[in-house]
């Protein structure tokens, strides 16, 4: 018998049978149990169909990791809208093409954030605008609670099917504006049932939010960890102490970090020593760049704590491989780091593939480089309102895998390690930052002629963005704009995090017979005393 696999079955699981167990402990000091969180949902839900939100709408979601982004999030579900959540670290300009884009009817805006919606109402296509702290907006929005009491919890869930579109996701686009990553119900059903899996998800698991819940859905985990009844810990931003803090008294047993964060971990520790687990034992999983060896030897010797690498992409789910390859190391030898390093294995059916400029496969000699393809049924449905840059995706080396433009080796057990990237993207800090975006900012700078941005190498971020500038006097010894102009320049126009982080000034860029730039040279010299051509931070 065929049953549609819906994103709504997770939240209905848990109502049904952890109504009376605690669900969510807020950032306001509340705590809620499924049926409570349920209801503020339906009363959610309600609330969106009275504002005319039907099915297909698109309804935005503007919010670090509180319960409101939860209730936001499964309302909309529930109301069969499309749920979008934005990088809150973004700015006007981003938030306006995004809303008007996705042709957003409504938002859902966490009162630290509002001010960044604010300026732009006019110029996009939303007519509801609702916040959880009025009192700290300025402008007309409506509030969160009183919106959800005066709604009721009557509302009318409309027939869904699991291959429509049930969340779009915004990610940063290598050329042109952010790309809309389209997700099914289907898609985002199966990942988290691979995340639940892989990630050994248990109903009597605490998980503490360090993870952006806008970043593809949590990984995922919004659903996983509803689903299996688990509980919610909920922050409003990542602080190290508050990370400790929360592992002791909530007796947290999972959470997910990149390897900034973990950096950020083990310099509080090593300051501060502080209680590393409360009565759980507790597992962390990481994704991004690789982390060194020494984090996590420092991570789990040190802190008592598992570590378990992911990797993927928006586009994929994101969650495709994991070196949680326990029958190929023993965890009490030090042979275990080198195999936790990698991007690992694939997860239950996917299907990875690291192929040739011909589309075949490279041998599994851990030395032969070739692009990673995923095909899976957590991979995207589309980009939104962009069919060519779809079919170019799924059809560049292999037709029908989506082509991460990531470039690796394979081992002879299949286990994949990311050597250098095919696309122009920096992942720093676990954020991705497209260097076209960076070029063409500094390009509008007077005093810029020529630039090039490329990944550079940072022991905190793992890689950072390092700008290669031809000065508008053409002197790079006595340049016309200083460095800090120029990375003040980029901060000013850019979410904050995209900033160019170190700047250089040069005579002239490498480039090839047709005026083409050579990244790759300017990569191989800034990279040359490094393993691998992507960041391990």
Partial sequence: MHNPLLVTDFLDRARKHYADDEAVVATTGERYTYGELAERADRFSAALQQRGIEKGDRVAVLDPNTHYHLEAAYGAM??????????????????????EDAEVDAVYADYDYADKIEPIREEVPVETFITNDTDAVEGDWEAFDEVLEEAGTDYDRPAMSEDEIV??????????????????????TIHAYLVAAHQEIRDDDVYLWTLPMFHVNGWGHIYAVTGIGAKHVCTRGVDAGDIFEAVRTEDVSYMCGAPTVLNMLIDYYTEHQPETTGENDVRIATAGSAPPEATIRTVEDEF??????????????????????????????????????????????????????????????????GEVVVRGNQVME?????????????????????????????????????????????????????????????????????????????????????????????????????????????????????????????EDLPTTATGKVQKYELRQEEWEDEDRMVGQG
């Fill in 304 to 369: 008592g704590w598992y570590l378990k690498h992911v990797y993927g992409a928006t586009e994929t789910g994101p969650l495709i491989t994991t070196s949680d390859a326990r029958r190929h190391f023993d965890d009490e030898s030090d042979d275990r780091f080198a195999i936790k390093k990698r991007q690992g294995l694939s997860y239950l059916g996917t299907e990875i593939r690291v192929v040739d400029e011909d589309g075949q496969d490279v041998p599994r000699d851990d030395e032969t480089i």
């Fill in 78 to 99: 529930q109301a069969g809208a499309v749920h979008v959540p934005l990088n809150y670290r973004l700015t006007p300009d981003d938030f306006s093409y995004m809303l």
């Fill in 167 to 188: 969340t779009i996701n915004y990610t940063s686009g290598t050329t042109g504006d952010p790309k809309g990553v389209c997700r099914t119900h289907r898609a985002e």
């Fill in 382 to 506: 589309k980009y939104w309102n962009k069919p060519e840059q779809t079919e170019e995706a799924f059809s560049d080396r292999v037709e029908g895998y989506y082509h991460t433009g990531d470039l690796a080796t394979v081992d002879e057990n299949g286990t994949i390690a990311i050597q250098d990237r095919k696309k122009d993207i920096i992942i720093s800090g676990g954020e991705n930052i497209s260097s076209i975006e960076l070029e063409d900012a500094l390009f509008d700078h007077p005093e810029v002629a020529d630039v090039a941005v490329i990944p550079a190498p940072s022991d905190e971020w793992g890689e950072t963005p390092k700008a290669f500038v031809v000065p508008g006097n053409a002197d790079p010894e006595h340049p016309s704009v200083t460095p800090d102009e120029l990375v003040d320049y980029t901060r000013d126009n850019l979410a904050s995090y995209k900033a160019v982080r170190e700047v250089e000034f040069v």
